[in-house]
T-cell receptor
Framework: RKEVEQDPGPFNVPEGATVAFNCTYS??????FFWYRQDCRKEPKLLMS???SGNEDGRFTAQLNRASQYISLLIRDSKLSDSATYLC????????????FGTGTQLKVEL | DGGITQSPKYLFRKEGQNVTLSCEQN?????MYWYRQDPGQGLRLIYY???????QKGDIAEGYSVSREKKESFPLTVTSAQKNPTAFYLC?????????????FGPGTRLTVT
């Protein structure tokens, strides 16, 4: 089983739709959680950290479920510019802040 | 402007040659990292350094070497021993933010070895 797993997609959604991605992690000692956005042939850009209480940044909401060992990203009112690959990443307690990435979920927002 | 720079953006080499990829940051971050990304795969950690003059192997260190002589710089050498060196190489750095070590990436170097 991979340490961090994501549905690769692609998720094709119409503009204005709400879309949600999940990311599961296998190590119960996982400590910190992040969502990154990666455009084609570009570097990943930090979208948001995921806190235990959940957090929101504009149209984006991230949540953590430690009991079921997954994090989620919700995008409301999707824009064409949201089309990208979304990577989740986790660090493990005592792991020296090493990030383990999922393979990413591709989102395509269409007119 | 504060940030992470990687050079060159594209690099072509012949098989059997060592090549060094540059990574510089002016964010005053203590920790720096090297990842590689292959099509259809996530980022995989090659080496990381949490402090000057110290570094640790990541998950796929074989065929690579690094140095950390200055806080700002963390060059990666891809040696001829690396069997599949063609990839997108990404450098990152981090500083503690609210208890979470958020990592920020440079623009990457695409290495092609033929």
């Amino acid at each position: 089983r991979k340490e961090v797993e994501q549905d690769p997609g692609p998720f094709n959604v119409p503009e204005g739709a709400t879309v949600a991605f999940n990311c599961t992690y296998s190590n119960s000692a996982s400590q910190s959680f992040f969502w990154y956005r990666q455009d084609c042939r570009k570097e990943p850009k930090l979208l948001m950290s995921v806190y235990s209480s959940g957090n929101e940044d504009g149209r984006f909401t991230a949540q953590l479920n430690r009991a079921s060992q997954y994090i989620s990203l919700l995008i409301r009112d999707s824009k064409l510019s949201d089309s990208a690959t979304y990577l989740c990443a986790v660090t493990v307690t005592g792991g020296g802040n090493k990030l383990t990435f999922g393979t990413g979920t591709q989102l395509k927002v269409e007119l | 402007d504060g940030g992470i720079t990687q050079s060159p953006k594209y690099l072509f080499r012949k098989e059997g040659q060592n090549v060094t990829l540059s990574c510089e940051q002016n964010l005053n971050h203590d920790a720096m990292y090297w990842y590689r990304q292959d099509p259809g795969q996530g980022l995989r950690l090659i080496y990381y350094s949490q402090i000057v003059n110290d570094f640790q192997k990541g998950d796929i260190a074989e065929g690579y070497s690094v140095s950390r002589e200055k806080k700002e710089s963390f060059p990666l050498t891809v040696t001829s021993a690396q069997k599949n060196p063609t990839a997108f190489y990404l450098c990152a750095s981090s500083a503690q933010t609210g208890g979470a070590y958020e990592q920020y990436f440079g623009p990457g170097t695409r290495l092609t070895v033929t």
